[in-house]
């Protein structure tokens, strides 16, 4: 198992102070699951290059010495030594520690500044799915270039190996390429060597830092990092959505100064909130809806115009954020509503993307402002979650219109009215969209326009009832 990083620039030997590893000398490090060595099979000024090497015993392996109380997680005659797996992330966290940390005494600034990189990482495991490997790594910015071998050259036939060498080059510091390294080496294999538990949500919620959250990916790195075990990968969303919210606030006060609002609330954004609200209750009731979900419920307002309506007999909201279902039930009076109305509410922490009985069985599902916080490839899971699975009669859901936003004076032209929106549609594209969705599912789709209306943009909100036929 081997890592290879190079450096290139001047005085690239520095390499050597930010690894904390002296690049004239071999070093060795005795891991739970074997050896790691660190050397350099080059190292001149203008090409420095450090290599991380993993010598793993398999006869331990196989034996059951690592990996598990109870028995060897692997057979006799595995992959397990060669490839590049969560061993590896755990030898980086062991041997470079300082450097992924960022810290660096002797240059604190090199530390700190974007240097030319590239990664070579040997016998990434990647069976039938190379394209994950662009999908991953272009958005964080990388050169990716990728060479796969034939399985045996002696019989051609037997065709490609499921492992393949990669390079990624870019300009980046060395503690994010050591981080990107750390959580999405084992993204492609599908084996940890030890059981994913909490504290695995810490690891890839502290080595995601600064980066993950922006990902396109975010929810299938998550996805395989936790071993799809649906707890963690939820609550590791939830964190992350968490810090993805907490970084918008501050950079829309950052912008102006004081704790404002993103754009919308500019001038006539309490009305419209007040208006986009009414007008999904008026869905609802006017649809017939007796049990109803919210799902995206943020604070619970529309759960508050709701519950008390004599048509309501169950409401549920649903949340990725378990920190916005507290928010909601101290919005709701949660603890001091009556018995009867505390029977017919619930909260529960889901998402959107992944597949969840517990949506089924209701009347209609409201989705106000949420769908553009979704990343855009997550769109088809959502919609087979909402309009296949859960599948109600109803479905009410707004989003802003893109287009209207040209009379928001805060705005540049071309960004979005809150920093984790991910995109804002058009009026043309969300009906697209929606059309699309009826034709697939068998919906019947009505779009209203919701605030003040422009000539020739349009309103703020646009909202779109779907109708099972
Ligand atoms: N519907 C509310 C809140 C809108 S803000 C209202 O109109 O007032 C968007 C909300 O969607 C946030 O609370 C956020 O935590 C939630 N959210 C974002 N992604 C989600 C997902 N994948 N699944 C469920 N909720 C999500």
Known sequence: MLLKITYMGENTTDLGYLLHKNPNRTQSFELSFGKAYVFYPEATAERTTAALLLDINPIDLARGKLGSRDGGLFDYVNDRPYVSSSFMSTAISKVFSTALSGKCDNKPELAEQKLDLEAEVVMLPCLGNKDLIGRIFTPLGYEVEFSESALDEKFREWGESRYVTLKLKGKVRLCDLLNHLYVLIPVFDNRKHYWVSDDEVEKLIGHGEGWLNAHPEKELIAARYLNRNRSLVNSALAQLIEKGNGIAE??????????????????????????????VADAVIAGGAKAVIDIGCGEGRLIARLINHKQIARITGVDVSIRTLERAKSYLHYERLSEKTKEKLQFLQGSLTYKDKRFAGYDAACVVEVVEHLDQPRLPAFERVLFELAAPPLVVMTTPNAEYNVNYERLQPESLRHSDHRFEWTREQFQEWANGVCKRFGYAAEFSDIGERDEQYGAPTQMCVFKRT
């Open 250 to 279: 501050e950079a829309d006060s950052a912008e102006t100064g004081e704790v404002t609002p993103p754009a919308e609330k500019d001038a006539p954004k309490i009305r419209l909130n007040d208006l986009r609200l009414q007008a």
